[in-house]
Structures are given as structure tokens and as C-alpha cells.
């Protein structure tokens, strides 16, 4: 009889521990979990139900509490947030992957060699269209002219975008379809002469002469493109994206896409500045759905550096004649960021030069006054002046900026800046200290994808050859923590998507990447050499 009651309380026992096991979809045990919460705090196993972090813990215990549906042990690997992009261009990387690459040309003639292998893959373009090249990287560093391009294509027109997406370089065909003559003019751009005639660079605002005769894409290759940009990203660890400036009908198609399940990266997308634009998104308001945020509007100040369209308030040092100028003009930058400020939408102003960041800190701390949880942002913060670097704080203002900037233009800014000016541009470290933190994106593509080797820019300062030895301008060099943050819980929070994702906690969305070795702890040198093991959105695996 006492074997008989011993039995039944043991069953009893078994049967009560198995009923109040909680289901759940996935359990990931036996890892190194950086939660990048408030406390930062670390882990080695959390569970997800239903796209969300449901807890997040010890590993033992959890066997213990929940019957997953899929378990993944992880061998003690690291993990983080999935990977955050705040500024960067989605839709520009899909178009991008249809173009010529080049980037890392050497020389003009390279740029020509690479357009003609490309051509010779894709002969029935209408326009033959490129990305990447820099002058800056070639001997002379000077701006090419049309006479090379047009001997080796003399039939077809030819566009190509400089790395930063600020000239564009083109043919004599171009300029003839586009009626593009000595006398073409636009504000807050320039069309480059040489002996009265246009040598085929055009800056900044004077782009548009071309780009209004360029076919443009239809909806179905900008869903192929966006797909191709997603594979891309999830590649690299990146789960939440952005798109800084684009249309209503590129921002409906995304939004289309996501609704379908094709598109499951999420995407943080600016709206390009316009009247039209302004007129329909003011009245509607910002939106969100769990993989869109739509409440910023991207305006832009003035050009970029490299290019020489950078606002600064003293000419440049290796081109005296010229300061730089505005895209548009102060009384309609002050006019749109009222218009903006009566709403609920950020304003998130691209800003290089250190007269267009001090005019736009002004006209956002006239409206902002003082402390406030606007979340307005000034993107890239590249030369501030070191009176107006306070301001972000004053206005709580967040800089959005892109490491990779610092290691690519280190070659030459301070040739644009001067060794003194120069201390003021790239100070990650002084413009996080304002409001204790900071964006960090990438500006892709034009700089790399992979936000580890932004990581690797912010915290070594140096670039892929790990160039300069000790690092550049080290004293604004960002430590690894607050590196992570600026990626996972602090981007999210510049992009009004804190409440939603950015960190692994219970209760939000269950984005998180697995990497194969740790980059809080490997040596600098190593920190680009990391690849991506996995990617998950919402609990599940993308790659």
C-alpha cells in the first residue's frame, strides 16, 4: 500500500511540474547574451513567444519553465540586439547592386575598365550608371574630366555617382540628352567649367540638370531592388534599417512589401523634403507599424565635404576661393522646421560644414528652447565648431552620425579643413557627451554595409588596414559599450523605436544577432574580421 502511494505521488508530482510548463516558440541557451538594457547587464539564454523576448536569463532554469517549440544551443557564442542602421539609404543599396561598383578605384582608368567590363554583362542598359569613385583616392586628387569617358563611349550616356552621392560625373552624350550647356545653372549646386565649357561634374543641387532625364525605375524593380538590399543587410547582421529621404509612393511600396511578408527587415524611413510631401504627411501625421516608422522628415543643409559643397564659415584651406554653400536658403530651412516643430514629425537635417551645422543648431534651439523629447537630429555632425557642439545638449539634440566618415576622409580633411579646424570634425566622443549618447549608422552606400566595421571606426579610429597606428584623433574615439548602445538601444531611441526594440528584454520585439566571436572583447585589429552567424527579426531566422 505504501509502494501504491508512493507511486501516485511521484505521477502526481511529474504530472502537476508538466502542466505548468509555459509554451513558447524559441528557446536560445548556452550563450554569451549582451542585453544592452539599462544596466547593460549580460545573459546566457532567453526565451521568445509569440516575436518577443518573453524572458531572458539562466538557461537551466528556463529548461526547467518553458516547452519550446524550437531550442538552439549555441556553444557559448555571443549575441547582441539585432543591429541597427539609422542613417542610411535601403532602397539606394538596391539600386546601387544594379549599377557599376566603384568603389576603391584607383584611378580614372580603373573607373573606365570597370564600366566597360560592366557594360559587357548588361549591353542593353539605355544608361550606363556607376557608384562609388573618388577623386580623392586617385594621383592628383583632382576632379575628372568627360574626354576619357566620352573616347570610350561615345553612343551611350553615362552617370556616374561620386562615393557620397554629392557630384555626379558624366558624358558629353549626357550632357547633350540633358541639354546641359556653359550657361546651366541651379541654386545650391555648381556645374564644374573648364575653358567655358561643362567638364561633365555637376555638385550637389545642380545634379537634378541629369537626373530629371535618367529613366527612372518602376515599381517592380524597386521591389527586386529592395529585396536585394534586404539579403544584403540580413547578411550583415542588420534588422532594422532606414531610408533617409524617400517618397510617399517608395514609403507605400515599403510599407506594401512588409505587409505581404516579402520585406521583413524593418525600416526607419525619412520623408524627402517637398511641398507636396509636406502637405500630405502633415495632415496625415507619423505612423508606425512593428516594421515601419514613419515621423521624420529629411532636410539638407548643404552638400559634402569631400566634394567641396560643405557649408563652412571660412573658406576652404585647399581651395580658397570657395566656402562651400547652402542647398537651401536659411529663410526657407527656418520656414520648413516651424512647419515641422507644429508638428509631431523630427526634423533630421544632414549638416557637414561647420557654418551649416552652427545655422541649423540655431534655428532648432529657437523653436526647441531647451530641453525637450523631440528626438530632432542633426545627421552626420561631421565639422562643429567647438562653441556650437554645447547646443546638442542645450536642445537635446541627437547627433546621427557614421564612423566610417572618419576613416575614409582622414587622407584629406584636414587638407579641406586646416590642422586646426580639422580637431572639430568627427568628435563622436564630444557630441555623445551632450546628451549621454549618440547614433551610429553607416550612410550606406556610401560607405560600406556592415555596421561592425563602424563599430571598429568609432572604437580604434581606424580604418580596414588598420591605419593609422594608435588610431585618429583618438581623443574622440567612442569605448565599446557605448558603441554597442549607439547601434542597438541608442539608434533605436533617435529613431522613436525604443518602446518597440533596441535591446533584449522581455516584453520587446526578438531581434538579435549571433556573431563568432566577441567583439566587446577581441582585439581592435580583429574587430573586422567578425562574421555573422545568424540573424533573427521577430524570432525568426532570416539568415
Not at 560625373?169 to 545653372?185: D, E, I, P
Not at 561631421?382 to 575614409?408: C, M, N, R, W
Not at 556610401?446 to 561592425?452: K, Q, Y
Amino acid at each position: 500500500m505504501k509502494r501504491l502511494l508512493l507511486l501516485f505521488s511521484t505521477l502526481s508530482a511529474l504530472l502537476s511540474g508538466c502542466s505548468f510548463k509555459k509554451k513558447a516558440d524559441l528557446l536560445v541557451k548556452n550563450a554569451l547574451v549582451y542585453t544592452a538594457d539599462s544596466s547593460f547587464s549580460t545573459a546566457d539564454a532567453f526565451v521568445v513567444s509569440d516575436g518577443k523576448f518573453l524572458a531572458v536569463g539562466k538557461g537551466q532554469a528556463f529548461a526547467d519553465q518553458y516547452d519550446a517549440t524550437t531550442t538552439v544551443d549555441l556553444a557559448g557564442k555571443p549575441v547582441y540586439p539585432g543591429f541597427f542602421d539609422p542613417h542610411s539609404h535601403f532602397l539606394g543599396l538596391g539600386q546601387v547592386l544594379d549599377q557599376a561598383d566603384l568603389v576603391g578605384a584607383e584611378s580614372y582608368d580603373e573607373v573606365i575598365e570597370r564600366l566597360k567590363t560592366f557594360y559587357k554583362t548588361h549591353p542593353n542598359v539605355l544608361w550606363l550608371t556607376g557608384r562609388g569613385w573618388d577623386q580623392n583616392d586617385w594621383p592628383g586628387q583632382a576632379f575628372p574630366t568627360k574626354e576619357k569617358l566620352d573616347a570610350a563611349f561615345p553612343t551611350i550616356p553615362v552617370a556616374l555617382m561620386r562615393v557620397d552621392g554629392h557630384a555626379l560625373f558624366v558624358n558629353s552624350k549626357a550632357l547633350r540628352l540633358a541639354n546641359v550647356t556653359a550657361g546651366s545653372k541651379l541654386p545650391g549646386g555648381e556645374v564644374l567649367m573648364e575653358n567655358g565649357q561643362p567638364t561633365g561634374v555637376l555638385v550637389d543641387n545642380a545634379m537634378q540638370l541629369i537626373k530629371r532625364v535618367i529613366p527612372r525605375p518602376d515599381n517592380a524593380d524597386k521591389a527586386r531592388m529592395l529585396l536585394n538590399a534586404q539579403k544584403a543587410c540580413f547578411a550583415l547582421g542588420l534588422t532594422t534599417i532606414s531610408d533617409a529621404g524617400i517618397s510617399p509612393d517608395e514609403i507605400n511600396l515599403i510599407d506594401s512589401l512588409q505587409q505581404s511578408g516579402k520585406l521583413k527587415i524593418r525600416d526607419y524611413a525619412m520623408i524627402s523634403l517637398g511641398e507636396p510631401n509636406m502637405n500630405y504627411f502633415l495632415k496625415r501625421g507619423p505612423f508606425q507599424t512593428d516594421r515601419l516608422t514613419v515621423r521624420a522628415f529629411k532636410l539638407y543643409a548643404d552638400g559634402a565635404l569631400g566634394s567641396r559643397g560643405a557649408c563652412l564659415r571660412q573658406p576652404y584651406s585647399d581651395r580658397p576661393e570657395t566656402g562651400g554653400f547652402l542647398l537651401l536658403a536659411p529663410t526657407e530651412l527656418e520656414r520648413v522646421t516651424k512647419l515641422l516643430y507644429a508638428s509631431k514629425f523630427q526634423a533630421n537635417t544632414h549638416c557637414i560644414g561647420d557654418s551649416a551645422n552652427h545655422l541649423m543648431l540655431d534655428l532648432y534651439g529657437k523653436l526647441l528652447k531647451g530641453k525637450n523629447d523631440r528626438r530632432w537630429r542633426i545627421e552626420h555632425a561631421q565639422v562643429v565648431s567647438p562653441e556650437d557642439v554645447l547646443k546638442f545638449g542645450q536642445y537635446s539634440i541627437i547627433p546621427s552620425v557614421q564612423p566610417t566618415h572618419a576613416t575614409s576622409d582622414m587622407y584629406w580633411a584636414a587638407d579641406r579643413l586646416g590642422p586646426i579646424r580639422v580637431k572639430g570634425a568627427y568628435a563622436f566622443n564630444d557630441l555623445m557627451k551632450q546628451n549621454s549618447l549618440i547614433a551610429f549608422g553607416s550612410d550606406f552606400p556610401v560607405e560600406a554595409v556592415n555596421p561592425l566595421f563602424g563599430f571598429h571606426s568609432a572604437v580604434a579610429r581606424q580604418d580596414a588596414k588598420n591605419f593609422p597606428e594608435g588610431g585618429y584623433q583618438m581623443e574622440n574615439a567612442v569605448d565599446r559599450k557605448s558603441a554597442l548602445l549607439a547601434m542597438t538601444r541608442w539608434a533605436a531611441y533617435a529613431n522613436f523605436e525604443d518602446q518597440l526594440r533596441g535591446c533584449i528584454a522581455p516584453g520587446k520585439q526578438a531581434d538579435f544577432v549571433v556573431l563568432d566571436q566577441d567583439i566587446m572583447t577581441v582585439p581592435n585589429q580583429k574587430i573586422r574580421q567578425t562574421k555573422v552567424k545568424q540573424t533573427w527579426i521577430g524570432g525568426e531566422r532570416v539568415f
